[in-house]
């Protein structure tokens, strides 16, 4: 299968799970949301984050902040409008592929910053997706990007295989997805920080373009 139709698979399925995606996460949000502040508090200058969902980072964003949020699917950035409305910066709602951002400028953004994109991507697109993080952060940009992967722990890694199928059916995400291994093998882009926010599964890569 071609990128630009798991693309189209992946966009299906989340203008289906848009309706009701904010009651599927709540269990989950219940600990995002601690955790979305400070994920963004330090963030400054012209913002992209990709996958920006129903929108619920908006709010945290610093006034000084010009954000384009962009997702793959229509229905999800309808959801987010209502909350742009609750934004103290400027935000920008595009439909738009990451793995392929044609409406978005070379050499434009200061931040890349995502929450639970990659892991949505098959291994096989990711790389598409990283060489566009690349072509639109400027020169010194930064990225952060938060994402989740199986643990070492048993026990944790056993509730994890429970919820494999309907985290995969629900949101196409999965926990064997090599993000942190394509960043790294990127000619221009610098992993210069790695670190877990719960556990070993819920892992934030930060970086630069060199």
């Known amino acids: 299968m071609k ?7 992946l966009q299906t399925k989340y203008n289906v799970t848009a ?29 992209l984050e990709a ?4 929108g619920r980072n908006l709010k945290f964003y610093h ?27 400027k935000v920008s709602l595009l439909h738009e592929d990451a793995t392929v951002m044609r409406s978005i400028d070379s050499n434009k953004f200061d931040w890349i910053f995502s929450t639970f994109m990659c892991c949505v991507m098959p291994d096989e ?3 598409l997706a990283i060489e566009q993080f690349s072509r639109v952060l400027k020169p010194g940009g930064r990225f952060r990007l938060l994402e989740i992967v199986y643990s070492k722990n048993k026990k944790i890694r ?12 629900v949101y196409g995400a999965r926990f ?22 719960k556990d070993d599964t819920y892992l934030l890569i930060e970086g630069i373009r060199v």
């Open 158 to 169: 056993k509730r994890q295989d429970f919820f494999t199928p309907f985290v995969e059916m």
């Open 176 to 197: 064997d997805r090599n993000t942190l291994r394509h960043i790294e093998q990127s000619s221009t882009l610098k992993v210069t920080k790695t670190s877990f926010l």
């Open 3 to 9: 990128s630009h139709e798991k693309n189209l698979l």
């Open 63 to 89: 006034q000084d902040v010009e954000l384009v949020g962009i997702d793959l699917s229509k229905q999800m950035l309808s959801k987010a409008e209502k909350r742009k409305t609750k934004a103290r910066c």
């Open 125 to 127: 697109i990711q790389n």
């Open 19 to 47: 309706s009701f995606y904010d009651i599927l996460d709540y269990p989950w949000e219940r600990i995002y949301k601690k955790w979305r502040p400070a994920l963004v508090r330090d963030l400054r200058g012209e913002i």
């Open 51 to 54: 996958g920006v969902g129903t």
